[in-house]
């Protein structure tokens, strides 16, 4: 585990589509008593051109960086989308007792559908 409060998990980016970061090595999994570990994501300019859809993010897991599994995906980390642009974060919990994890925005629609976001992994204290 870093020894930084936050650890970079994806820079900022525009995506129309899925998209998965980069895996970020935890160097060991997070515990699954005690202090929890939550992918911060952080969007801005969430919108579609017309009508309504939708951006779905989720938390991957891997032992050896490229053969990724889904962790957690509760509805919570949907986003929905209309012509107005919206900005916010939301937290992904990840427990897991594997080395990599990484986060995929795992579907997105609408016509024209398009976010910005990055994300940090923090620690959540009691």
Same mark, same amino acid.
């Given at each position: 585990?870093?020894? *930084?409060?936050?650890?970079?998990? =994806?820079? @900022?980016?525009?995506?129309?589509?899925?998209?998965?970061?980069?895996?970020? *090595?935890?160097?060991?999994?997070?515990?699954?008593?005690?202090?929890? @570990?939550?992918? +911060?994501?952080?969007? @801005?300019?969430?919108? /579609?051109?017309?009508?309504?859809?939708?951006?779905?993010? +989720?938390?991957?897991?891997?032992? *050896?960086?490229?053969?990724? /599994?889904?962790?957690?995906?509760?509805?919570?980390?949907?986003?929905?989308?209309?012509?107005?642009?919206?900005?916010?974060?939301? &937290?992904?919990?990840?427990?897991?007792?594997? #080395? &990599?994890? #990484?986060?995929?925005?795992?579907?997105?629609?609408?016509?024209?559908?398009?976010? *910005? &976001? =990055?994300?940090?992994?923090?620690?959540? #204290?009691?």
């Amino acid at each position: 585990m870093a020894t *930084d409060a936050k650890l970079a998990m =994806q820079a @900022l980016v525009t995506k129309t589509g899925t998209f998965n970061s980069a895996g970020v *090595d935890l160097k060991v999994g997070a515990p699954l008593f005690g202090n929890v @570990l939550w992918a +911060r994501i952080l969007y @801005l300019n969430a919108n /579609t051109s017309s009508g309504a859809g939708a951006a779905t993010f +989720r938390v991957t897991e891997s032992d *050896d960086n490229s053969s990724f /599994t889904g962790i957690y995906q509760p509805t919570e980390c949907s986003l929905t989308l209309a012509t107005t642009a919206i900005s916010g974060e939301i &937290y992904v919990p990840i427990v897991t007792k594997h #080395r &990599y994890v #990484r986060l995929e925005l795992s579907a997105i629609s609408g016509t024209g559908a398009t976010i *910005d &976001y =990055q994300a940090d992994i923090v620690e959540a #204290r009691p």
